[in-house]
């Protein structure tokens, strides 16, 4: 009789187990669960809920001992294995999750659920695309499965594929209109497709949907600060550090920001905070390196970027920012090894230029002699002008080279010593047996400070058309200055290095006659070049041979730091550099001289955007210059 009576208690108690656990009143529902398995041990129903409900309830330890207890229990059961792999994705075993998923699906290959967890664990796996195929068959079971649709997306956005992911997002947000996770990350897929205004909106909606979600608003604000809306971004960045202190990509980010505008100790701080919250932050250990790249201290910065190389051993980024302080540094040997990362760092602009050859490329490490070597251009016109120096070193090493350049360089550089054949970029390359791009070269050759070839120039003006520049422009005793006060506006830093003509040229002494070198003034500076009576501008008729044969009859170029002072440098004509207080590397720290070239003379900011200072010393220089007949001050 007691065996009759017990089996309808064990029932009923289930039962109230199963109402307490769909209300979500879980201790309740885990009371009545314990009291099954106190008068039925081995009750598979039981053990199996009570595993759903300790995974439910943060406890997935736990859950995996009671559902694998089921599981001995019944071993055929799909629904338990696919439970039990999310109590292993929760302990972060997510190759063992997999395998509890593909062992359910092999008993219920139907089992959307399962499809769908086990693109989850795909995804924690970095195995986007298998995780996207896994998402696929649970939306083709259940296509209104609003999760799929948004977990589907994230997958496609980690494999670079935001239009794909926008679908998805969207998708998921029509079958749930409040779904705040899309939401926002239909954010992130608009602003990986560079529609910012559009990406806001959506941040805003996932904003408005849970007004304290941290991540949403550090979202946001990433968004602004890619439309330069500086003031908006720091706002929403602050807002989500408000609602959560120890959010550590808040702090980052709002480090990105406080870089951005000169805020220098703020933004150290931020990324200190966000490195104390996150000790294997690579990315901020990085960013903070360029904190100290900024106030001129590559010593620190390096120990910043060896930390983030640490943490991730293959991190890009880590080693080509390393290479820039090396350089600036003065460390030519770990500098020159560290810069061939510049390839594979897919977050700079340098990576888009790589030239994949079914050649070899040549580092120094194979005899060339008899062999034809292609060099080849790689980035900015400055780059090339500086780095060609190198087309006779490897002619040297009894090699045939051919040179390809920008087209807007070809002419001048078509006399250079060492070149068999020079080839403008984009025109058919003729057979080779090895390449190597120009700025590889100080690799190949292990380049130090004191062994930099032709220092003292390498580079020709055309005589034909330097003589009639010399006709056009008869000289007079009137000593003559070329002047370049900008840049290419596109190069990143370019806010830094290029000056305003009207800020320049009340600093230039009248004793000089005057010549703008500027390929493209801009718009800005044409009405303060128009009003100088003391500057001659000859306009769209500077090509580089015709600026190179202007030059050659000058007295001096005074530029900022571009291809103008490079192009002045490499003919071996004195030329007197302005730079921003955090130069480029090549011009190293401290020195008023370069390795690089012979003729140059550095002014350097002494702090952050104090061109005022650079131009009074420029001034009094050209003063006395005058006077003394030189232009290379010691």
């Known amino acids: 009789m007691s065996r009759h009576l017990a089996a309808p208690s064990i029932a009923a108690r289930l039962r109230l187990a199963l109402d307490h656990h769909r209300r979500g009143e879980t201790t309740q529902a885990r009371l009545h669960y314990e009291a099954v398995l106190s008068l039925e041990p081995r009750h598979f129903d039981a053990l199996h809920l009570l595993g759903v409900l300790a995974i439910q309830s943060g406890r997935p330890g736990e859950a ?61 796996l970095g195995r986007y695309a298998e995780a996207v195929s896994s998402h696929d068959r649970a939306l083709l079971l259940r296509p209104n499965l609003a999760e799929a649709h948004f977990n589907r997306g994230n997958a496609l956005l980690d494999l670079q594929r935001p239009s794909a992911a926008l679908a998805a997002y969207e998708r998921a947000i029509a079958l749930k209109p409040d779904y705040a996770e899309a939401w926002g990350n239909r954010g992130l897929a608009l602003k990986g497709l560079e529609r910012w205004e559009e990406a806001l909106e959506s941040h805003a909606r996932a904003i408005a949907l849970r007004p304290r979600d941290a991540v949403a608003h550090s979202n946001r604000g990433n968004a602004y600060r890619e439309l330069r809306r500086w003031d908006e971004a720091l706002r929403d960045y602050e807002r989500a550090i408000e609602i959560e202190p120890e959010l550590a990509a808040a702090h980052f980010n709002r480090g990105l920001v406080l870089h951005q505008l000169g805020r220098l100790e703020e933004a150290l701080a931020g990324y200190e905070r966000a490195v104390a919250l996150k000790p294997d932050y690579h990315e901020a250990h990085c960013n903070r390196g360029n904190v100290y790249m900024a106030r001129n201290e590559p010593a620190a910065a390096i120990d910043s970027y060896d930390r983030a190389i640490t943490l991730k051993r293959d991190y890009a980024e880590g080693y080509f920012n390393r290479a820039i302080a090396r350089l600036l540094n ?18 700079g602009s340098v990576a888009n230029e790589r030239r994949e050859f079914a050649q070899p490329l040549w580092l120094g490490n194979a005899p060339i002699a008899g062999k034809t070597i292609l060099l080849h251009g790689e980035q900015g016109l400055g780059d090339s002008l500086q780095f060609c120096r190198y087309a006779e070193s490897v002619a040297g090493l009894q090699a045939r080279v051919l040179l390809e350049v920008p087209p807007a360089l070809a002419t001048l550089m078509r006399n250079l010593s060492g070149v068999a054949e020079l080839i403008p970029k984009g025109e058919r390359l003729p057979p080779f047996d090895y390449h190597c791009p120009l700025m590889s070269l100080p690799l190949a050759f292990r380049t130090t400070a ?20 010399r006709e056009r422009w008869p000289r007079g ?15 990143k830093n370019d806010h830094k290095r290029s000056i305003a003509l009207a800020e320049l040229a009340p600093h230039l002494p009248p004793k000089y006659d005057y010549v703008c070198l500027q390929v493209d003034v801009r718009e800005a500076d044409r009405a303060a070049l128009a009003g100088h009576p003391g500057i001659r501008d000859f306009g769209a008729e500077l090509d580089f041979p015709n600026t190179a044969g202007l030059i050659d009859g000058l007295d001096l170029v005074l530029a900022v730091d571009s291809s103008i002072a490079h192009l002045s ?66």
């Open 64 to 124: 995996l001992g009671l559902i694998e207890r089921a599981l001995r229990l019944q071993p055929t059961h799909a629904a338990a294995h696919c439970n039990r792999g999310l109590a292993l994705d929760a302990l972060a075993q997510c190759e063992a999750a997999v395998s509890s998923y593909d062992h359910a699906l092999a008993l219920q290959a139907d089992f959307a659920e399962a499809h769908y967890n086990r693109g989850n664990a795909l995804h924690k």
């Open 569 to 634: 440098a490499a003919l071996g004509k004195p030329t007197w550099i302005l730079l921003p207080f955090n130069p480029d590397w090549r011009w190293l720290l401290e020195r008023r001289d370069s390795p690089w070239y012979g003729s140059v003379q550095l002014y350097r900011q002494p702090a952050a955007g104090d061109w005022k200072t650079v131009l009074q010393q420029v001034a009094r220089d050209l003063t006395r210059a005058c006077h003394q007949n030189f232009f290379c001050l010691p």
């Open 330 to 347: 003065g460390d030519f040997a770990g500098g020159w090894e560290d810069y061939e990362w510049r390839w594979r760092n897919l977050s």
């Open 477 to 491: 005793a009137t000593p003559r200055i070329g002047l370049a006060w900008s840049g290419n506006a596109k190069q």
């Open 450 to 469: 004191a062994t930099i070839p032709h220092p003292e120039g390498y580079l020709r003006a055309d005589p034909v058309l330097a003589a009639r520049w």
